[in-house]
């Protein structure tokens, strides 16, 4: 008999291993069985829906800016249509704080909620390329049998076709981040033109295909076991009232194989030939886990979902729906793999959205969000600074008026250049630009230098304030308050 030393080491060896390396450190490839039910289906247009968007953004515009551009090289970005430039620093900062709250209050509410049904990496594995796969290589069992066999004419022909349609979306993809980084316009122009003339560009999709085919093809659950941070923040981000994709132990243990009845009809003989086999005929274990191992066979990272809370699980919902077909055959309720907390399981409760703590966090997130937008739609389309000339004092004309020296720069983050014009609010003062008026393109910035004249009258003292108003198009866009030096009264 098993010691309880020997027994506790048999049961949480799970948690110093993964189940994709085996104890040599070769890795196991995972062929899980193909997921079917409510909540297969439920992802199924969840990713169709997100699929759509991530490859018809690119199209989309908002006056002449794409809706959405993260171009790196130039320093250029595009939210919404609207055109984000270095100088907007302050909001980047307070966006990638806002984001990283968000990560936090997200997960202790809602769990990895987001890797099962909106993380780009499972819904491109578990929806496009592991589907392909299913269509031309069969079912999980199928996909071993092809595997060992020699190389064949079929099997030549299957993995010829298979990796020939992975490459094929995943230049499709590389094509799209592309269209994200640089433009549509210019991804066209890449992909007509020679390559000598976009040499980079040609370069950087050609490296971009070939890493989203190692990760989909190759690589696969690892990116999210052992490259992707999010999993290892479960352990100190998750709480016991956290959802999670849950196995009911209270309910389901201890598990145990279907049996037959030991009634007097079975040992005289067994069951009659003349009728099938009933639920009735069987002995059903004293929880309702019949130990299948179905929730083990479909899942993509190969885990246990019995074995509890784990890093490797992505919340994708394979388990649940396996899970509630047994129950559907052996009349049991469904639910014994849910989403639920630990709070939910121990106490016998069903997770609720309008449980205190997760509507605390949810309006938290909310407000954070709706902050975060509010500064970017609320940023001003231009950025000017007016400083006076280094180095200088004033000089009095002949005239008697003073005259002050500054320097002037603005930023058009608009999406059309800008002509600009300089006022002083509410005085008879007289701006002289050297040079012609500013102009500015979309998404530039000019500098320029001007003399600003004052009656005396207007500038009593040493130091004086005053407002200098920036025009555009006939409408006043800022307003800067600078300080006038002057003689004195």
């Known amino acids: 008999m098993d010691t309880l030393e020997e027994i506790i080491r048999d049961t949480e060896e799970y948690r110093d291993t993964i189940a994709t390396v085996d104890e040599k450190g070769k890795r196991i490839w995972i062929h899980p069985k193909k997921p079917k039910g409510r909540f297969y289906n439920r992802r199924k247009v969840v990713s169709v829906i997100l699929l759509t968007l991530l490859f018809g953004?690119?199209?989309?515009?908002?006056?002449?800016?794409?809706?959405?551009?993260?171009?790196?090289?130039?320093?250029?970005?595009?939210?919404?249509?609207?055109?984000?430039?270095?100088?907007?620093?302050?909001?980047?900062?307070?966006?990638?704080?806002?984001?990283?709250?968000?990560?936090?209050l997200f997960t202790v509410a809602y769990g990895r909620v987001w890797c099962g049904w909106a993380c780009p990496q499972t819904v491109f594995m578990e929806m496009v390329f592991r589907r392909i796969?299913?269509?031309?290589?069969?079912?999980?069992?199928?996909?071993?049998?092809?595997?060992?066999?020699?190389?064949?004419?079929?099997?030549?022909?299957?993995?010829?076709?298979?990796?020939?349609?992975?490459?094929?979306?995943?230049?499709?993809?590389?094509?799209?981040?592309?269209?994200?980084?640089?433009?549509?316009?210019?991804?066209?122009?890449?992909?007509?033109?020679?390559?000598?003339?976009?040499?980079?560009?040609f370069i950087g999709l050609m490296a971009f295909t070939g890493i989203f085919y190692g990760v989909f093809a190759k690589f696969r659950e690892q990116a999210c076991i052992a490259v992707c941070p999010y999993g290892r923040l479960q352990s100190v981000l998750l709480t016991k009232d956290s959802v999670a994709v849950s196995y009911d132990f209270e309910r389901g243990e201890p598990r145990g194989k279907l049996k037959k009845k030991k009634t007097a009809k079975n040992l005289n003989g067994g069951t009659s030939a003349t009728r099938a086999l009933t639920m009735e005929d069987?002995?059903?274990?004293?929880?309702?886990?019949?130990?299948?191992?179905?929730?083990?066979?479909?899942?993509?990272?190969?885990?246990?979902?019995?074995?509890?809370?784990?890093?490797e699980c992505v919340s994708c919902t394979a388990c649940i729906d396996a899970c509630d077909t047994v129950m559907d055959k052996i009349?049991?309720?469904?639910?014994?793999?849910?989403?639920?907390?630990?709070?939910?399981?121990?106490?016998?409760?069903?997770?609720?959205?309008?449980?205190?703590?997760?509507?605390?966090?949810?309006?938290?997130?909310?407000?954070?969000?709706?902050?975060?937008?509010f500064l970017l739609v609320e940023r001003g389309q231009f950025e000017v600074t007016i400083l006076r000339a280094p180095g200088t004092l004033y000089n009095v004309l002949p005239n008697g008026n003073v005259t002050n020296v500054y320097n002037t720069r603005i930023i058009n983050k608009s999406t059309e250049e800008a002509s600009f014009t300089y006022k002083i609010a509410h005085s008879k003062g007289i701006i002289h630009f050297a040079g012609n008026e500013l102009k500015v393109k979309k998404g530039g910035n000019a500098e320029g230098v001007f003399v600003l004249e004052m009656p005396p009258k207007e500038v009593p003292e040493i130091k004086t304030k005053i407002n200098i108003e920036i025009w555009s198009k006939g409408k006043k866009v800022e307003t800067i308050r600078t300080v006038f030096l002057g003689p004195g009264s």
């Open 133 to 201: 796969e299913y269509w031309i290589e069969g079912d999980a069992n199928q996909q071993r049998k092809l595997k060992k066999r020699p190389w064949d004419t079929d099997k030549i022909l299957r993995k010829t076709a298979k990796h020939t349609i992975f490459i094929a979306i995943s230049s499709l993809i590389a094509h799209t981040v592309m269209a994200y980084m640089i433009g549509l316009a210019n991804t066209f122009k890449i992909v007509t033109q020679p390559p000598n003339e976009n040499l980079a560009g």
């Open 331 to 373: 009349d049991k309720p469904r639910g014994l793999i849910r989403y639920a907390s630990h709070n939910n399981i121990t106490n016998k409760t069903n997770w609720k959205l309008r449980n205190p703590r997760v509507m605390a966090y949810t309006a938290v997130l909310l407000i954070l969000v709706v902050v975060q937008a």
């Open 282 to 311: 069987l002995e059903t274990p004293q929880g309702d886990c019949v130990d299948c191992k179905l929730c083990v066979q479909v899942c993509p990272t190969g885990i246990d979902i019995r074995n509890g809370n784990q890093m």
């Open 57 to 104: 953004t690119p199209f989309i515009k908002v006056g002449d800016n794409p809706l959405f551009l993260f171009n790196i090289f130039e320093r250029k970005f595009v939210l919404f249509g609207r055109l984000f430039l270095p100088a907007d620093f302050h909001l980047f900062v307070l966006a990638t704080i806002t984001f990283f709250v968000f990560i936090i």
